[in-house]
């Protein structure tokens, strides 16, 4: 995008409302570096390996340079998506975006410079230590809602997915302390949470142009890119696992965790651990709860179209929201068995933030929330709610494994 745009295109645009992007395309080229970037530090990556010298023990300017041309190479990818993604749905307005889009596009591109700097200062100095500069693992720009943003995301996914898994495998190439195992086991279990959300995203987004599926299309999408920049940051500075506050570092459970099959079914105050879901279920009592919504769908036994479910998904987070859930935390929201499933996410998320969700969606549902624990005797446990909205089987639930509940 370098030619000036025609009188037509400019005509349309303005009709439209959309901001020219120049100045973007400007950011665009000069961020290009960002994948350079990428490709130095692979190559240091690959010379880690060679030389047998675990990412825990780097120096910490390797870390550094892995994790600065990590989070470059993400917002240039999400920038240019964006960019992209709204040149191909209206190609009578390229060179002009809608101003959301233009927003969100310009927090992500106008950033890369500062990471890759970042990343060529590491490459020179072995003891250069964002650690202890930045509060990490850093965050993206907040999420604005612009038009085609699930078009960006999808283009985004498919770039970030491959360089994800060689970040991870890299890990395993050399010997892993066994005092960080299980860090690794988490940061993995992570991977495959956002794997699992931007695969169901994308096969929904194939399927064709739905509107009742956009937003957890979207939300799916963003869930993944959020969770996906968060897991490439720690893959190269792995030591922040170890790092990071004691309710940030609680296991991350895949995206769907398996359901051991001998469980039992326990009351709260039946699992000493479970004591914080009763408090959360109590706070959350004492909030308001959205009003109980007319069944206005099919018969209790009828099946009721993925469309229908989902629609009625964003009706349900919406109800929770009224009734005082923490807007912080983005479920994963699917249509499975017949119903719909919601996924309260273990990433950067404490126990007591997790239970009291849970325990605001019962609310909604009009039912009490009940732990599940797996037969294995490991103290860990699924905190659920299950009902019924709008005549529509539902199932909200959040993992606590076993350190957690004995915390």
Not at 50 to 73: D, R, T, Y
Not at 115 to 126: E, K, M, N, T, Y
Not at 184 to 191: G, I, N, P, V
Request: charged share 20%; proline share 7%.
């Amino acid at each position: 995008m370098t030619h000036r745009p025609s009188l037509t295109t400019r005509l349309h645009a303005a009709a439209a409302g959309e901001r020219g992007t120049a100045a973007l395309e400007a950011l665009r080229t000069a961020g290009k570096a960002a994948y350079d970037e990428l490709l130095q530090a692979d190559r240091l990556r690959d010379e880690q390996i060679v030389a047998e010298i675990s990412p825990w023990a780097a120096p910490p300017g390797v870390g550094s340079q892995l994790l600065a041309a990590w989070n470059a190479f993400v917002l240039q990818t999400l920038g240019e998506a964006l960019l992209d993604a709204d040149y191909a749905t209206d190609h009578r307005t390229v060179g002009f975006v809608p101003p959301a889009t233009y927003e969100h596009a310009f927090a992500c591109l106008s950033a890369v410079a500062e990471w890759i700097d970042r990343a060529r200062q590491a490459r020179v100095d072995p003891g250069y230590d964002l650690a202890a500069q930045l509060d990490l693992p850093a965050q993206l720009p907040d999420w604005v809602g612009s038009p085609g943003q699930s078009d960006a995301l999808v283009l985004a996914v498919s770039s970030l997915r491959g360089h994800i898994d060689l970040a991870l495998h890299g890990l395993e190439q050399v010997t892993v302390p066994a005092e960080h195992a299980a860090d690794l086991t988490r940061l993995k279990q992570t991977a495959t949470q956002a794997a699992s959300a931007a695969d169901y995203a994308t096969s929904l987004h194939s399927s064709g142009d739905n509107p009742s599926l956009a937003e957890v299309i979207r939300h799916n999408l963003a869930q993944a890119v959020r969770l996906w920049f968060e897991v490439g940051q720690l893959a190269a500075m792995p030591r922040l696992l170890t790092m990071r506050p004691a309710d940030q570092a609680a296991a991350h459970p895949p995206a769907q965790a398996a359901r051991p099959p001998g469980k039992q079914t326990v009351r709260p105050t039946e699992h000493a651990a479970n004591r914080l879901a009763d408090q959360a279920a109590d706070r959350a009592s004492k909030q308001t709860a959205a009003p109980r919504i007319v069944p206005k769908f099919a018969p209790k036994d009828e099946p009721i179209s993925t469309a229908a479910r989902l629609d009625l998904a964003a009706e349900l987070v919406r109800a929770a929201g009224r009734a005082g859930a923490d807007n912080r935390i983005d479920p994963v929201v699917s249509a499975k068995w017949g119903g719909i499933e919601i996924q309260v996410p273990s990433s950067d998320t404490s126990v007591q933030a997790r239970l009291t969700l849970v325990a605001v969606y019962a609310r909604v549902l009009g039912v009490e929330p009940i732990a599940e624990q797996p037969d294995d005797g490991d103290g860990s446990y699924w905190f659920k709610a299950k009902g019924r909205f709008n005549n529509c089987k539902v199932e909200a639930w959040a993992h606590v494994d076993g350190a957690e509940a004995d915390a």
